[in-house]
């Protein structure tokens, strides 16, 4: 006989002592058919807990038995507690357990079919139907026998449930009987896909045929003689379903998908109106509406044209194949699983398991109540999602394919008039086409509704107490209450609007560790080392402009504004604190003129965008640390500078006492103020004329639909030469290439004669924009500040021996810590405004990381 198991849930061995439970399953671990960590036994379980499988009261003393009895059934309780831990935690890994104890009473096997339920597994049960005379023959030869009396009782008990089993709940029943040969087969997870040479998930498509065929033909796919769409790497492609419903051409949908999966080049997944036209097709009373109405006039007008029995088969074809859709996909790459596709979303202990919840998960998503429409409230089922693998799901429609907490939704709503999405993977490239018109023939438009709403301020509420943010490069950033007060105050009155309000540059760390030179605090390198270290080989080094961070977002013009801010602006340009970084007519003058100069040289023609997002620095510095020069670096300057002339003139005058060594040290220290204000001086110059101003871009952020961070650094600075050329006010940034001793060599020269002259520093990053090491992100960029600089960070006397062995001791860690976090959390928020998600959501990026820089930390790092 053929015993088919499935690939993972709970197998009770049914039977009464003596039957060959044991027997039986030995001898399928002797023939590598199952695995003996796939056994659990009663018996073993009372040797862990009690040191012994069974314990002999027959044929004692009434007073003596009764006690040996007692103790039995307490060390079964407890093997038996232990026995569910362990089979609970391999349902949790989704295992299959062979479960190896009599289990002959209907209460005993109800527990365990309910924990199979609990945890979403099968359950089967193999049932030993052994003769009354071979039960006690067996068991008179045992090492501990149970004795006639028991065997005979378990055996009667056992006949009376026997004919009950079928019914109970189990998912398939096997009876064994002495003489049976058994054919054990195993069943392969029928969810797990090997990504092969790749998979073209496809969003919802909702019977619009004439866009499937065009986003099949731009991934690469050709047609053969058979009218199969087949991919000429091998490539399949996958439906997160609803492929019929709402729009004009269901049935031809459905029978495209059919053919395809059938023959082996697709997949689909089961969803919500492919289960309800499934049900109706079964002849249940199903309601159709909200654009299922239409796949039933197809089928009204296929019958018109091919007849009744043409129209019958239809529907039993179409019935079967939308039957067998399976809730979800797992994707496997190279043995592992790296992927999950499905309809409206999936728990993270549901993947890989089948079951009537599941299955109504994943095609409906997280909900249980109903709007006044009657419609069903989604919920972010999203947000628990804690897994590594990449959630790939439709349902939900939104404008461009939507990244949160490593899920995707491609569900572009190409029937509402919007784009039918494919993504590629393994590569995570998505390619889209335009819906042909509206095919929804509804006014309830959710992408219409979401582009209403997108703008709508965010409730602060969800904010004030604290909250964390998912980041695709560090997974989760909290962000405490305490925080987020005062960056929520800050925002409410000092920053320029938050729709306006994209992205907050991250801080910088300084180098890791310090120096091993005597005389230096900070030099290149400490930096390179650490890259290094971190597995990069190639670095570019750039000057450091000494002026002030700013973000500027320019527009192609002022509708365009409107459409992506809500307002009607040039463009609009702040700091790192997201204050405007001019007044608001210089702001207007500055702006302007970038604008009309890259309108001129044709910009936003060329790179086909309607933005531009750039990280860049403005100078001079006095533009915004005017007060701050004025206030203190002029005042010390100054009053060092006079004290330590006149100090000097007293000791150089005084003829009576030694003073030479009080002569050396106040020539240095004279030397030390006269060097701190040449520093600061250098970076300050007329601000009179706009012309006077110079903006280097270092990071070109963002155009429309795209982001540019995974272009290496040359990159940016190549278009930093392109923006020198396209504008008089910005200016181009020298950089270096470090790959090897010589070039690092060289770097080290320039940072050395750059700082000698009084420049700030270099800034020291690895090729790459993002860069990882064993998984985890790296520093993004590291600052190298030159001795000369340094005086006005750390004091006009920070050289000093004492000095420089206290300052040797500082710690890094925490600014390193938040230049990660910052960091993240800016590319997430620049990401999200790209794909067009609310301002709530760029806005919650924003605000950690203005609250993450009201954290303390040593401001000279």
């Not at 790209?834 to 790092?861: F, W």
Request: proline share 3%; aromatic share 10%.
């Amino acid at each position: 006989m053929k015993i088919i198991l499935p690939n993972a849930g709970i197998v009770l061995l049914v039977g009464v002592s003596n039957s060959g439970k044991t027997t039986l399953l030995n001898k399928w671990i002797d023939e590598q058919l199952i695995l003996s960590s796939e056994v659990i036994s009663s018996d073993e379980y009372r040797v862990v807990v009690g040191d012994t499988e069974f314990i002999q009261w027959a044929d004692r003393p009434r007073d003596e038995a009764d006690s040996l009895s007692d103790d039995y059934h307490a060390l079964s309780r407890e093997a038996f507690r232990l026995l569910d831990s362990a089979l609970e935690a391999r349902c949790r890994l989704n295992k299959l357990t062979f479960v190896d104890a009599t289990h002959l009473y209907a209460e005993d096997r109800k527990h365990y079919i309910e924990l199979a339920k609990r945890h979403h597994v099968p359950i089967t049960a193999i049932v030993l139907d052994i003769p009354q005379e071979i039960l006690l023959e067996r068991d008179a030869q045992r090492k501990n026998p149970r004795g006639k009396k028991r065997v005979k009782q378990q055996f009667q008990n056992w006949k009376r449930e026997l004919r009950f089993i079928k019914k109970e709940g189990f998912k398939s029943v096997y009876f064994i009987r002495e003489e049976d040969d058994i054919d054990l087969i195993r069943k392969g997870n029928p969810l797990l896909v090997d990504v092969g040479k790749g998979i073209d998930m496809i969003g919802d498509v909702h019977g619009c045929y004439e866009e499937l065929i065009s986003l099949l033909i731009q991934l690469g796919y050709e047609r053969n003689e058979e009218e199969l769409y087949i991919h000429p790497e091998g490539r399949k492609f996958m439906s997160v379903g609803d492929i019929m419903s709402r729009g004009p051409e269901s049935l031809k949908t459905t029978q495209f998908f059919q053919r395809h999966v059938e023959q082996g080049l697709a997949y689909m997944t089961d969803s919500n109106h492919g289960w309800k036209i499934a049900r109706w097709l079964d002849g249940r009373n199903v309601e159709l509406k909200h654009g299922d109405e239409k796949v039933a006039h197809e089928f009204e007008l296929y019958e018109k044209e091919h007849g009744l029995a043409k129209v019958e088969e239809l529907k039993e074809t179409l019935k079967k194949f939308l039957l067998q859709a399976p809730s979800h996909y797992v994707l496997v790459k190279n043995g592992v699983k790296t992927a999950v596709c499905t309809h409206a979303g999936i728990k993270d202990e549901y993947i890989g398991k089948q079951s009537t919840t599941i299955q109504d998960f994943c095609r409906y998503g997280d909900t249980d109540e109903t709007n006044t429409d009657g419609k069903p409230i989604r919920k972010d089922w999203y947000v628990h999602h804690k897994g590594s693998l990449t959630i790939v799901w439709g349902h939900d429609p939104k404008p461009q394919p939507l990244r949160i907490n490593n899920t995707i939704n491609i569900d572009q709503g190409v029937v509402f008039g919007g784009k039918l999405t494919a993504m590629r993977y393994p590569e995570q490239q998505f390619v889209s086409v335009k819906a042909l018109k509206d095919y929804s023939g509804t006014s309830d438009n959710p992408l219409k509704k979401w582009e209403m709403e997108r703008l709508i301020p965010p409730n602060i509420e969800k904010f004030i107490n604290g909250y964390s943010v998912q980041t695709e490069q560090l997974g989760e950033v909290k962000i405490h209450g305490n925080i987020a007060k005062s960056a929520i105050d800050t925002v409410s009155h000092y920053t320029v609007p938050i729709e306006q309000l994209l992205y907050i540059p991250p801080t910088m760390s300084p180098t890791p560790s310090v120096s091993a030179l005597s005389d230096y605090l900070e030099h290149p390198k400490e930096a390179i080392e650490y890259y290094r270290s971190q597995g990069i080989e190639t670095m570019v080094a750039e000057k450091k402009h000494m002026g002030s961070r700013a973000v500027l977002l320019l527009f192609k013009n002022q509708a365009v504004a409107k459409k992506e801010i809500g307002f009607e602006i040039d463009g609009v340009i702040y700091t790192r604190t997201g204050r405007r970084f001019f007044d608001r007519s210089t702001e207007q003058e500055v702006v302007r003129k970038l604008t009309e100069e890259l309108t001129h040289k044709r910009y936003f023609e060329k790179y086909q965008t309607d933005y531009v997002l750039l990280d860049a620095e403005i100078m001079p510095w006095n533009l915004k640390a005017k007060e701050l020069i004025s206030s203190q670096y002029a005042h010390v300057s100054e009053n060092a500078l006079l004290d330590r002339i006149k100090i000097l003139e007293k000791l150089k005058s005084a003829n009576d006492i030694n003073v030479e060594n009080w002569i050396r040290e106040y020539d240095e220290k004279l030397n030390n103020a006269e060097i701190f204000k040449e520093v600061f001086q250098k970076y300050c110059w007329d601000i009179e004329e706009t012309e006077a101003i110079q903006i280097a871009p270092f990071h070109v952020l963002a155009h429309s639909g795209e982001t540019f961070f995974h272009k290496p650094h040359t990159w940016h600075m190549e278009m930093n030469k392109e923006f020198a050329e396209d504008s008089s006010l910005f200016v181009t940034t020298e950089y270096k290439i470090i790959s090897d001793s010589n070039s690092e060599q060289d770097v080290i020269t320039w940072w050395e004669e750059m700082t000698k002259e009084g420049h700030e520093g270099i800034v020291i990053k690895p090729e790459i924009f993002t860069s990882t090491f064993k998984g985890r992100l790296i520093q993004p960029a590291i600052k190298v500040r030159g001795r000369k600089y340094l005086h006005i960070i750390y004091g006009m006397d920070y050289l000093s021996l004492e000095n420089l062995k206290r300052l040797k001791n500082r710690n890094t860690g925490k600014k390193q810590k938040l230049a990660l976090k910052e960091f993240a959390l800016g590319l997430e928020g620049i990401r999200r405004f790209v794909d067009g998600e609310s301002i709530e959501r760029v806005h919650e990026c924003v605000l950690a990381t203005l609250a993450l820089e009201s954290d303390p930390v040593d401001p000279r790092l």
